[in-house]
């Protein structure tokens, strides 16, 4: 099974910040990887699939970069409704895993 | 709109079974793949199974975790999807979404999501 790490597990920020945060496989994926943003009580909602294909009606403040084992999630400046936890997860094979989220929180 | 509506859950005995139903609305049902995804209480997400859509029958995917207790099927007609659970442990209590495949990219995005539904697994 491929392994997903994120990093960090949990970031305090700011309105307006610059916020980064990091995916690792465990093993080379290409750019088969995908980016959720969840907030508390709700379903978790695609931002970015295969790396950097931003979803239709998200921000352009998201970003996402990377291939192979390394990957970047990046919010441009913070906005309130951003506060939320990401998700990372693996689309190369099955078991599909997910990595262990990050909590931006202020 | 797209539409993804569980139902089934509950409270149930370790070593008990249920059976998580959801309703599809929004969009031609037979033509994607679904997946059952859980989130355990305050930890992150597992995905735990994924049925083929599409023509000439449909293939599944489990989890580990699950492989030979949970059963995924659907019936195109009805535009349901649903999760058979049987053998029931206190590790699978979570809540549990439905959540169909993001078309046209070659691998397995989620692009809609059910609000979920909490299975709860008593010892």
């Known amino acids: 099974d491929i392994q997903m790490t994120q990093s960090p597990s949990s970031v305090s920020a700011s309105v307006g910040d610059r916020v980064t945060i990091t995916c690792r496989a465990s093993?080379?994926?290409?750019?088969?990887l995908a980016w959720y943003q969840q907030k508390p009580g709700k379903a978790p909602q695609l931002l970015i699939s295969?790396?950097?294909s931003l979803q239709s009606g998200v921000p352009s403040r998201f970003s996402g970069s990377g291939s192979g084992t390394d990957f970047t999630l990046t919010i441009s400046s913070l906005q309130p409704e951003d506060f939320a936890t990401y998700y990372c997860?693996?689309?190369?094979?099955?078991?599909?895993?997910f990595g262990g989220g990050t909590k931006v929180e202020i | 709109e797209v539409q993804l509506l569980e139902s089934g859950g509950g409270l149930v005995q370790s070593g008990g079974s249920l059976r998580l139903s959801c309703a599809a609305s929004?969009?031609?049902?037979?033509?994607?793949?679904m997946s059952w995804v859980r989130q355990a209480p305050g930890k992150g997400l597992e995905w735990v199974s994924a049925?083929?859509?599409?023509?000439?029958?449909?293939?599944?995917s489990y989890a580990d975790s699950v492989k030979g207790r949970f059963i995924i099927s659907r019936d195109n007609s009805k535009d349901t999807l649903y999760l058979q659970m049987n053998s029931l442990r206190a590790e699978d209590t979570a809540v549990y979404y439905c959540?169909?495949?993001?078309?046209?990219?070659?691998?397995?995005?989620?692009?809609?999501w059910g609000q979920g539904i909490l299975v709860t697994v008593s010892s």
């Open positions: 093993q080379g994926i290409s750019s088969w």
């Open positions: 049925i083929s859509g599409g023509g000439g029958g449909s293939s599944t």
């Open positions: 929004g969009f031609t049902f037979s033509t994607y793949a």
């Open positions: 295969v790396a950097s």
């Open positions: 959540a169909k495949r993001l078309p046209a990219v070659g691998a397995t995005y989620f692009d809609y």
């Open positions: 997860q693996q689309a190369k094979s099955f078991p599909l895993t």
